[in-house]
């Protein structure tokens, strides 16, 4: 028998082994894991561009009108004063509402929110996003409903999971970005 007559008799062998996916099947996982995964970018996002509005303009959700950034409220202050526990609780006191936390907290909630929804930067995103989720997640410790995990963690690991799969390609600009000369020389601006 000849070598491919037996690659042949190989391949139709695994097919049809019971619990074996088909290439059909593996081509219908992976287009569906994109997809779950274009939509968490894209879910993740918005919680992150959501966070600015409301805080910019006071939409009345979690930040009421007369507590807007532009009205001359402080994104920070509230919760760092109020909302700080833990063995952090006096740092973070120490920062509440100072104007500097109040821009580098908004600009961190429009770059990561913006850059995930439209699929580009999606590496630099998740770092940024992640350190941002983690030192909030530092600024309640321990959780109310949990010795250590909460919604933070969660969604910085979600974050990571992004970078890693390339999810700005589905439903995004990640694959125009990723042509670009100087994302093709710094594989992390990807």
Do not use: C
Not at 13 to 23: D, E, F, H, I, Y
Not at 25 to 51: C, M, P, Q, S, V
Not at 56 to 63: D, K, P, Q, S
Not at 181 to 186: E, G, L, N
Request: hydrophobic share 55%.
């Amino acid at each position: 028998m000849d070598t491919m007559t037996a690659m042949m008799e190989r391949n139709t062998a695994t097919a049809k082994t019971p619990g074996a996916p088909t290439v059909q099947e593996r081509t219908t996982r992976k287009r569906a894991t994109r997809y779950l995964l274009g939509g968490l970018r894209l879910a993740l996002g918005w919680i992150f561009l959501w966070a600015f509005l409301d805080k910019l303009f006071g939409l009345g959700f979690a930040t009421e009108a007369k507590g807007a950034w532009i009205n001359g409220g402080s994104p920070t202050k509230g919760f760092l004063t109020f909302g700080a526990t833990g063995p952090f609780q006096g740092f973070y006191n120490s920062i509440a509402g100072a104007a500097w936390a109040d821009w580098l907290f908004m600009i961190g909630l429009a770059a990561i929110g913006t850059a995930l929804m439209l699929g580009i930067g999606v590496r630099v995103a998740a770092a940024a996003g992640g350190l941002l989720l983690v030192l909030m997640w530092t600024a309640a410790l321990l959780p109310a409903n949990n010795p250590f995990m909460d919604d933070h963690l969660i969604y910085a690991g979600v974050l990571a999971l992004l970078a890693v799969t390339n999810a700005g390609d589905t439903w995004g600009l990640g694959r125009t970005w990723a042509r670009l000369p100087i994302v093709q020389r710094f594989g992390w601006l990807r």
